[in-house]
């Protein structure tokens, strides 16, 4: 399908939008946006297709999934810089109840780096447990982990978000949704949330179901991976259905998977981790470093294949083929991405409704990645 093609674009990054237009021709896009930074300036901004009957819009906002954990990665990662939280202290440290069942030990980096073997939380839990939090957070702290800690490491799908949002809230005194409010989206202007204000719930997209999904099908029922990817409690069991469309859903606080906002937002901040932004830069280039470094990577103990990460961020080759080799970021189930690459001074988002479930990458965003980086000369 075409689509109307709204926004800007600075003379040089034509092929950006040509390679937009070419997700709706080809690839199944339906509603989405793109935005890329150079160096601290905008230089594409695009959004455009339908949100139901409804344009979307230039406001248009929707959730992204894990592209989130990156959002909560910046979030520990400013509280360290300012000296406020150590990586390298037990997470026990900031919250003692986590030492129960041996955990005592396990640093508050391999919660980042998915080291910790909490991937899956063990108990029974209905919805609203998992969306008001301290169930989930009580849980945690009480279980063994799945695995040896920092015996290798396995992707914690959704408890990272809790885990990692505990110690933020531990350390700061505020939730993770808060703390980002506060001290980055609104310095920074971004529309991004974890926990959408009822305000803004009319200009969120509806997301729209995957038609396939070989990565949930290659996991085997009732293994580890499948418990990740549907629990806790089998609460996400039936897929990415109309439960993620839920106004209960999305104004709950998960900082792995539920934050909300738009392709501007995701390419606005990660230009600030990587340089200034109207006069603001986030993270200091020592901090983006040690973010970034490779922390974990081989056969993930949940997902079966191997992925890579630094500290809270995904590294290539999980950011697709097309990126440099020092960017990191985080994509999103469905397709959403967003990444900083430091060595070109760009920042990178890409939203959507149309969700797809490939194992890892997906060709609209690659394809904008792609282009953008054809512009850079």
């Given at each position: 399908m075409s689509a109307a093609i709204e926004g800007r674009v600075e003379p040089g990054y034509e092929p950006v939008r040509e390679a937009f237009e070419e997700n709706f021709r080809s690839h199944g896009d339906v509603g989405a946006a793109v935005c890329v930074y150079r160096h601290g300036r905008p230089v594409v901004?695009?959004?455009?297709?339908?949100?139901?009957?409804?344009?979307?819009?230039?406001?248009?906002?929707?959730?992204?999934?894990?592209?989130?954990?990156?959002?909560?990665?910046?979030?520990?990662?400013?509280?360290?810089?300012?000296?406020?939280?150590?990586?390298?202290?037990?997470v026990a440290d900031y919250?003692?109840?986590?030492?129960?069942?041996?955990k005592g030990e396990i640093p508050v980096l391999w919660l980042l780096c998915h080291r910790a073997g909490l991937a899956a939380v063990e108990g029974e839990f209905e919805l609203a447990d998992v969306l008001c939090?301290?169930?989930?957070?009580?849980?945690?702290?009480?279980?063994?982990?799945?695995?040896?800690?920092?015996?290798?490491?396995?992707?914690?799908?959704?408890?990272?978000?809790?885990?990692?949002?505990?110690?933020?809230r531990r350390v700061s005194g505020?939730?993770?949704?808060?703390?980002?409010?506060e001290e980055i989206a609104a310095p920074l202007g971004l529309d991004f949330w974890i926990g959408l204000p009822e305000s803004i719930e009319s200009r969120c997209a509806a997301l729209l179901?995957?038609?396939?999904?070989?990565?949930?099908?290659?996991?085997?029922?009732?293994?580890?991976?499948?418990?990740?990817?549907?629990?806790?409690?089998?609460?996400?069991?039936?897929?990415?259905?109309?439960?993620?469309?839920?106004?209960?859903?999305r104004a709950a606080e998960i900082p792995s998977s539920n934050g909300i906002g738009d392709a501007r937002s995701l390419a606005r901040l990660y230009a600030a981790t990587v340089g200034?932004?109207?006069?603001?830069?986030?993270?200091?280039?020592?901090?983006?470093?040690?973010?970034?470094?490779?922390?974990?990577?081989?056969?993930?103990?949940?997902?079966g294949l191997e992925t890579h990460f630094?500290?809270?961020?995904?590294?290539?080759?999980?950011?697709?083929?097309?990126?440099?080799?020092?960017?990191?970021?985080?994509?999103?189930?469905?397709?959403?991405?967003?990444?900083?690459?430091?060595?070109?001074?760009?920042?990178?988002?890409?939203a959507m409704n149309q969700m797809k479930l490939n194992a890892l990458g997906d060709e609209r965003g690659e394809s904008?990645?792609?282009?953008?980086?054809?512009?850079?000369g």
């Amino acid at each position: 399908m075409s689509a109307a093609i709204e926004g800007r674009v600075e003379p040089g990054y034509e092929p950006v939008r040509e390679a937009f237009e070419e997700n709706f021709r080809s690839h199944g896009d339906v509603g989405a946006a793109v935005c890329v930074y150079r160096h601290g300036r905008p230089v594409v901004d695009l959004w455009g297709g339908r949100d139901g009957e409804r344009a979307w819009r230039s406001d248009q906002v929707v959730m992204v999934f894990s592209s989130t954990k990156g959002v909560t990665a910046t979030c520990a990662h400013l509280l360290a810089q300012r000296g406020e939280l150590d990586l390298d202290a037990p997470v026990a440290d900031y919250w003692p109840e986590f030492a129960a069942q041996g955990k005592g030990e396990i640093p508050v980096l391999w919660l980042l780096c998915h080291r910790a073997g909490l991937a899956a939380v063990e108990g029974e839990f209905e919805l609203a447990d998992v969306l008001c939090w301290d169930p989930v957070i009580e849980a945690l702290a009480a279980q063994k982990p799945n695995w040896t800690p920092g015996d290798g490491h396995g992707y914690h799908a959704r408890s990272y978000g809790w885990c990692v949002g505990e110690v933020i809230r531990r350390v700061s005194g505020r939730s993770v949704g808060r703390f980002w409010a506060e001290e980055i989206a609104a310095p920074l202007g971004l529309d991004f949330w974890i926990g959408l204000p009822e305000s803004i719930e009319s200009r969120c997209a509806a997301l729209l179901p995957p038609q396939e999904t070989p990565l949930l099908d290659a996991i085997p029922p009732g293994s580890l991976g499948m418990r990740v990817m549907t629990g806790p409690g089998d609460v996400f069991a039936g897929g990415y259905d109309q439960t993620w469309n839920r106004r209960e859903v999305r104004a709950a606080e998960i900082p792995s998977s539920n934050g909300i906002g738009d392709a501007r937002s995701l390419a606005r901040l990660y230009a600030a981790t990587v340089g200034e932004v109207d006069g603001l830069r986030l993270l200091e280039p020592k901090t983006v470093r040690d973010a970034s470094a490779s922390q974990a990577r081989g056969p993930d103990r949940v997902l079966g294949l191997e992925t890579h990460f630094g500290s809270g961020y995904a590294l290539p080759p999980m950011l697709g083929a097309a990126v440099g080799p020092r960017a990191f970021g985080h994509p999103g189930a469905g397709g959403s991405l967003g990444f900083a690459d430091p060595e070109a001074g760009l920042g990178f988002g890409y939203a959507m409704n149309q969700m797809k479930l490939n194992a890892l990458g997906d060709e609209r965003g690659e394809s904008l990645v792609r282009a953008a980086y054809a512009c850079l000369g």
